[in-house]
C-alpha cells in the first residue's frame, strides 16, 4: 500500500476523491492522508510529524505563492526535509488568488524553484506546466473559499490530483527504457513506399510529435524504428526530407523489412540485450498492434491515432513515456549502445572470445562511492534486474549514511566509457564480510567486471582479517544470471541457521559463501575458440523461491489502461465526470421533484452514498464540514442560489427541506416581468407540450 500524505496551505482535501480514482484505474493501492489546514511549515520540520514518518510512499506540499510568508524560510524548510525523508516529496505550486499581481507569484515561484535545485527527493510541479498539461476553464471558486478556504472549483482539484497521480506513477512504476516506432503515418503522414518522399507529409504536429521522441532519446531511452517498408524508402526520408526533425543519428537500432514486427521486436531485444518487457511500441495499425500482444504480452503496444493533431496529443498523455530523474549516464545510453555496436564489431570479426576480451583493453575501476554518486547506485538498483543478487530498492538516504560501506564500479573500454555500472555494499561482521548488494548493469555484463568485483571483496575481506565472504541472494524471475554467477564460482549457501531469511516483502534472502582467499583468486576465462564461454547449465543455478514483485508480470492489459487514459482521460472536466460516475450508483426512483432528484444526485456525489428517500439527512448519511462548503458551492454552481447557513445545521437539512429553499430562493430571486413571461409561454402550451418538457427535464 503506497502511503501518500499531504499538507497544503488551503483546504486541499477535494483532492482525496481525485487520487483515490487514479489509485483505481493504476490498480495502485494507495491511502491518502491529510496534515491539518495550514500546516505545511511545521509537518516540514517536525520530526515527529506527518512527512518525516512516511516510509513507505510520497508526499505531498501544495501551496500558494502569496501564502508564503517568508519564501526563503519555506525554502529552508524544503531543504531540511529533503535530507531527513527517505521518500519523495512533491511541492506543487498552484495557483493565487485573482487580483494578485502575477508578477508577485512568479517571482515567489522563481525563489522556490531556485531555492530547491540540487535536492535529493523533491520533484517541483510548477504551476505553468500544470495549466499547460490539464488547462480548465475556471481554477477559483470565490464562494468556497470564503465558506471553508475551498480556493478552487472541483475542475481544478481534478487537474491537479491527475497532475500528482502522474508525477506519482513515474516516481513509482518501472520505466520503460526502449521505445520503438513505426514510420508510416506514425512519424509522417503517407506511405513513402506509394507516396514517395515527396508525397509524404510532416506538419507541425508530426514535427512536434518527432522532437517529443528524440527528446525521449535525450532523457536516456533508446530509440528504434520498426517498419514493414523498403529500407531505402525509409533511410531517403529520414536522411533527406527538410522537415524531418527525427534523424538517422537519433536510432539506436532499426529494423525496415517485410517480416513480423513481432520478430523484429525479438531481434532488437536480443541486440539491445534487453527483456521485451522494457519495450514500447507505437504503430498507428490496430492490425500491426494486435500481432506484436499476441506474440508479445509483456510488450507495452499502443495503437497510436493516425490523425497528426490527435498522435501528438496521445504520446503526451502517454503516461509510461514520462521520465522522472535524468541523470548523465541516462543522456549518455545512446552513445554508449552506439559504442557497443563497435565492440559487436570487433566481436564478429573473426577472432577468438579471448583475443576479443584482449583486444577491447577493459579497464575496471572499483572505489568507495561518493556523496554525487548516490543518486546514480539509487538508480540502479532499481533499474538492474538481471545481473542483481539480491534486488532490494535502495533511496539516497539508504546510502547516504555509509552503514553497510559501498562501493561503485565503473568500466571504460578502447571504444569509450561505460560510466558507472555496479554497486557492492559491504559490512564486516566477524570472519565474515557480508554483501547485501551486488550489481552490474547488463551493458557490462559477461566480460569479466563481476569476477574483478567479487575478487576486490576478497582481497578486502583478507586484508580486514575476514575469512569468508557471504553474498546475499534472493532469487528471483529475472535474475538468472547473476544465479549462473553463483554457480560458476561455487559459492554454496550456508548452513549455520542464519539463512535462509524471509523479506518483508514476502521473498526469500539466502546467504551464499566462498571462502575469502577463493573470493580474491576468482577472474575470468573467455573461451579460446571463436565460440562463447559456456554459461553454466540452468540445473546448476541457485533455485528460484520466489517470483520477482519489483516489476509487473505482463504488459498484458496494461495497454488499456494507457490507451484509456491518454485519448479520454486527458481533459480535468472528463476525470471530474469520472471520479462522480463511480460514487453516483443507480438514479433515484420514486422522486418526481427534478430538483430533490438533483440534489439527491449531488449529495450522492459527495457523500459516495445515495440518499434513499427526500427525508434522509445530511449529517446522518456521513456528510461533515467540507462536504458541507462542496454542496453549497454546487448549489450555487447548478440552481443559482445560495443557500442560508442557518438551514445547512439544523435537523431540517433533509434532501426535501433543502429543495424547497432552493424553490423559494429562485423564485424570490426571479423578477415580476420574468415570472409573467413565464406564465405566458405556459398558456401557449398545449398538455402533451407541457409533458413532453417535464420529461426531459427528468430525463435530465
Known sequence: MLTVRVAASFTAEPLAEVLRFWAGELALPMAVSFAPYGQVFQ?????????????????????????????????AALRAADRETTVPLLLAICPDPPGTDPRTSDAAERAVRDGVTGTTHLRLLGLAHLTRTYPVTEAHDGYADRLGRVPYTPEFFAALGTALARTVHTIVSPRPKVVVVDADNTLWTGIVGEDGIGGITVDRDRRALQQLLVDQRDAGRLLCLCSRNNAADVDAVLAGHPE????????????VDWQPKSDNLRSLAEELNLGLDSFVFLDDSPIEV???????????????????????????????????????????????????????????????????????????DI?????????????????????????????????????????VVTVADRFGEYGLVGAMRYALDGDLLRVDTFLLSCRALGRGVEHRMLAHLGELALHRGATTVELSLIPTA???????????????????????????????RIGYLLPAGAAAGVHHRPGGSDQPARPPDATDRPPLVEPDRATPATNREAWRVVERIATTLTDPSAVRAAVLAGHRGPAATGVEDPIEARVMQIWAELLAVRPATPEDNFFALGGQSLQLVQFMARV?????????????????????????????????????????????????????????????????
Open 244 to 255: 524531418m526533425v527525427l534523424r538517422p543519428e537519433h536510432l539506436t537500432a532499426s529494423r
Open 367 to 407: 572505489t568507495p562511492a561518493r556523496p554525487d554518486q548516490h543518486e546514480r547506485v539509487a538508480q540502479l538498483t532499481h533499474r538492474t534486474n538481471q545481473f542483481n543478487l539480491a534486488p532490494v530498492r535502495l533511496d539516497v538516504r539508504d546510502l547516504r549514511s555509509g552503514d553497510p560501506e559501498c562501493l
Open 478 to 508: 529475472r535474475n538468472g544470471p547473476a544465479r549462473d554467477f553463483l554457480a560458476e564460482i561455487a559459492a554454496e549457501p550456508a548452513d549455520d541457521g542464519t539463512s535462509p531469511v524471509a523479506e518483508p516483502d514476502g521473498s526469500t
Open 636 to 700: 450555487r454552481e447548478v440552481f443559482a442560489v445560495e443557500l442560508p447557513v442557518d438551514l445547512l445545521f439544523t435537523p431540517a437539512f433533509t434532501v426535501a427541506e433543502v429543495s424547497r429553499e432552493i424553490r423559494r430562493r429562485q423564485l424570490d430571486g426571479a423578477d415580476e416581468t420574468e415570472l409573467t413571461d413565464l406564465l405566458a409561454e405556459l398558456d401557449r402550451l398545449s398538455d402533451d407540450e407541457i409533458e413532453l418538457l417535464l420529461a426531459e427535464e427528468d430525463a435530465q
Open 43 to 75: 509537518q516540514l520540520l517536525d520530526p515527529e510529524g506527518a512527512l518525516r514518518a512516511n516510509r513507505d510512499g510520497v508526499n505531498v506540499v501544495a501551496v500558494r505563492p502569496t501564502d508564503l510568508a517568508d519564501p526563503d524560510g519555506f525554502v
Open 290 to 364: 494486435a500481432e506484436v500482444r499476441a506474440a508479445h504480452p509483456e510488450v507495452l503496444a499502443l495503437t497510436v491515432p493516425a490523425d497528426a493533431g490527435r498522435a501528438l496529443a496521445f504520446l503526451r498523455h502517454c503516461w509510461p513515456l514520462d521520465t522522472d530523474r535524468v541523470t548523465d549516464e541516462d543522456r549518455q545510453r545512446s552513445a554508449r549502445y552506439e559504442q557497443e555496436n563497435q565492440r559487436r564489431a570487433l566481436r564478429e570479426s573473426g577472432m577468438s572470445l579471448a583475443d576479443f576480451h584482449a583486444n577491447l583493453a577493459l579497464r575496471v
